[in-house]
């Protein structure tokens, strides 16, 4: 089954020219909705019986696209009172058993419009279509057609306030939805008592050890990750680079707990169009000073000078990736004629809004950020010359840390992936924002747990670089969403053509590489919180 969101373009229309088109607000652009008002009259409590909506001739070409739209599945969708409902364009009658060319395609002509109503509110509308009425469309040659609708109207006793109840996810669903975010409590749990039990006691018995080995006279040379002390607090390779990265996940952090604040009040109701794209679109420019703030400030920390350019690499390390790949798609968009192609000024308006209000808050934010004065705080002195690290088993090395990193988070929150795909890249509606909000929770949480305990087993292998390694690992989830992603694609959706691919691994790319950085952020500033508080509890020469 698909959308016609990026198609509307491509199917031939029952609607009179010209075509009133409804003036759309900035998300419902970015969303790829062109809202034009129907052929239908539908006045309240007025019912209509077979009303002659338009007569159209179809042309060969038009009958040829109406049939390729009724062979893939393709359905409208339609606003009444703001409230959505869809309906599909035919139906395809298999009259050989064996031979596909044997198929027959009708255009449904006739739509019977139900209508609910409490006193003077409209409480629900659904659409079927009269499979009595159609047209053939399976010859190329032109057809003539006379679309009409009817309207029905029918009183219910259900309040104007849950008119929105149809729309939220079902019984069956919510349990499904209840259930995986029990699953994901019970992994935090085990996760928790693992690092409670393990992981806590490892380290009261090297408390225990390092201590002895202080008030011993005889006392051996130092191992385990005491005996890095002079190193672990060595600066990172690529330290702007690290800043930045480190700034542009604490922005994405902060977006995201806004955009949880704003679903759980009910700003996102289903027919709210295009208003979580308008949200994201003003959020992300009301924040590039917390990116810039924190690039540059803990830039400064790590005793760098250059932090101009550290600002103009915190600037363009999201919105670069976002630039080109936009510039890709629109382009892909536009050589197709779908509605997903931005228009020109739309274009204009997110320019202006990101030289207008994002960069100026991003070099406000640095310049705060560099005049903060802050301090690392490292509670050992590092060494002049770095130490050697010793050979370590393939297991403790870079790529096999990432994949225990990820695995595990990944594990905890997949099943509220698909039901977010299926609403982001089909028909459904997500509602529960709430089991979102408790899953990102937990999901942020065994990140964190999950981070100390690799940063401290990389330390206990005297391991010292452990700045890039807590990042790749706390941003390994977002590796795993893409990876899903192909999943998705082959297995759960009926996307196909250049045109879908690529608007589908493109934006997703886009997203999970957000995922990435906001959760890398998360797991290096948990590790650096671990690291700091084991080496302040001993005492190093």
């Not at 890709?328 to 509605?339: D, M, Q, R």
Request: hydrophobic share 45%; aromatic share 18%; glycine share 6%.
């Amino acid at each position: 089954m698909k959308s016609l969101f990026m198609l509307i373009k491509s199917v031939p229309s029952a609607i009179p020219v010209p075509l009133k088109e409804k003036k759309e607000a900035l998300g419902e652009v970015l969303n790829g909705d062109r809202l034009v008002s129907g052929p239908y009259r539908i006045d309240f409590l007025s019912e209509k019986d077979a009303e002659i909506a338009c007569k159209r001739k179809l042309s060969k070409e038009e009958v040829a696209r109406f049939r390729t739209a009724i062979s893939k599945d393709y359905y409208f969708q339609m606003y009444f009172d703001d409230l959505p409902f869809w309906g599909f364009f035919g139906k395809v009658y298999n009259v050989g058993k064996a031979d596909p060319s044997d198929c027959k395609y009708y255009l449904y002509k006739h739509p019977v419009f139900q209508i609910f109503y409490n006193k003077d509110r409209v409480i629900e509308i659904n659409v079927r279509m009269d499979t009595r009425a159609v047209v053939d469309v399976t010859g190329d040659e032109p057809v003539d057609v006379d679309f009409m609708y009817t309207v029905k109207w029918k009183e219910i006793d259900v309040p104007f306030e849950k008119r929105l109840d149809k729309y939220k996810s079902s019984s069956s669903l919510r349990q499904i939805q209840w259930f995986s975010t029990l699953n994901s409590c019970v992994t935090l749990l085990l996760l928790t008592a693992f690092l409670a039990t393990i992981l806590m006691r490892i380290l009261k018995n090297d408390f225990i050890k390092y201590a002895h080995d202080e008030e011993s006279a005889d006392q051996e040379e130092e191992t385990g990750w005491k005996s890095i002390h002079g190193d672990v607090f060595r600066y990172p390779k690529h330290k702007s680079l690290f800043a930045a990265a480190l700034g542009c996940g604490t922005q994405l952090f902060t977006i995201t707990i806004f955009i949880f604040i704003l679903a759980v009040v009910g700003v996102f109701y289903p027919y709210n169009r295009g208003a979580l794209l308008t949200a994201l679109v003003v959020i992300y420019a009301l924040t590039s000073g917390i990116a810039g703030y924190a690039a540059a400030s803990f830039y400064c920390q790590l005793e760098g000078t250059n932090w101009v350019g550290n600002l103009l690499l915190t600037g363009s390390l999201l919105c670069g990736p976002l630039f080109v790949t936009f510039c890709f798609l629109n382009t892909v968009a536009v050589a197709y004629k779908v509605t997903a192609a931005l228009p020109f000024g739309t274009i204009v308006v997110i320019f202006l809004i990101w030289a207008l209000v994002s960069s100026p808050f991003l070099v406000l934010g640095g310049i705060a950020g560099k005049d903060s004065k802050a301090e690392f705080q490292a509670p050992c002195r590092t060494t002049k010359c770095p130490r050697d690290i010793p050979p370590l088993p393939w297991y403790r090395k870079t790529l096999p840390q990432i994949a225990m990193a990820g695995l595990l988070p990944f594990s905890a929150i997949y099943i509220e992936i698909y039901y977010l795909f299926a609403s982001v890249w089909g028909h459904r509606i997500y509602t529960t924002y709430v089991i979102l909000f408790i899953v990102f929770i937990i999901l942020l949480i065994i990140t964190a747990f999950i981070t100390v305990a690799l940063t401290y087993f990389q330390l206990a292998a005297e391991d010292h670089g452990w700045w890039w390694r807590s990042f790749l690992c706390g941003g390994s989830t977002g590796l795993f969403m893409y990876a899903y992603c192909f999943y998705y694609y082959s297995a759960q959706s009926d996307m196909s053509g250049f045109m879908q691919t690529s608007f589908f691994f493109g934006y997703m790319a886009c997203i999970c590489y957000g995922f990435f950085l906001m959760l890398g952020a998360i797991g290096f500033r948990a590790s650096l919180f671990f690291v700091r508080h084991i080496y302040r509890s001993i005492k190093c020469e």
